[in-house]
């Protein structure tokens, strides 16, 4: 679904979907979590070590361009790609210990998010909610760290 996506955009932007640019297409859907581009780079040259470094960052570049990839960049300052989701939205926890990431969706939220932005008269064209602190496993970690004292 998404290759032909694609493949469409591409043919729009009078470019040609060539073989290399399928290839890490299909590494980066078929990838899970927010990944940075040394670690989609690495997966790539895993299959096809042919394929250059150039090629895969403006090919991660065209992605975000064409709608298909989001780019994402928290508090560390590295920049992540995640396949982008049509329809549908999320926001972060961000773990500062391990930089664990957890995706969550709340319509409750987003409700509140938009009416805010009704009674201050302010049209809403994107938004994100990163929320930064210690995750579970963290959290027990350092409680029994502390213990062992």
Known sequence: ????????????????ATKQREEILNIF????????FS???AQVAKTNPKIGYATVYRTLKLLTRLGLAT??????GETRYEPAS???????????????IIEFEDPTIESLQ???????QFK??????ELY?????????KRTGRRKS
């Open 86 to 100: 049509e329809g549908s939205h999320h926001d972060h926890l961000i773990c500062l210990d391990c930089g664990k």
């Open 39 to 41: 670690q989609i780079y």
């Open 71 to 76: 780019q994402r960049k928290f508090d560390d």
């Open 29 to 36: 859907l078929n990838s899970s979590g927010h990944k940075s």
């Open 133 to 141: 602190g210690r995750c579970e496993e963290c959290d027990r970690k």
């Open 1 to 16: 679904m998404k290759t032909e996506l694609f493949k469409t955009r591409i043919y729009e932007e009078g470019l040609k």
């Open 124 to 129: 809403i064209f994107h938004h994100r909610m």
């Open 114 to 120: 938009n009416g805010i932005a009704q009674r201050h």
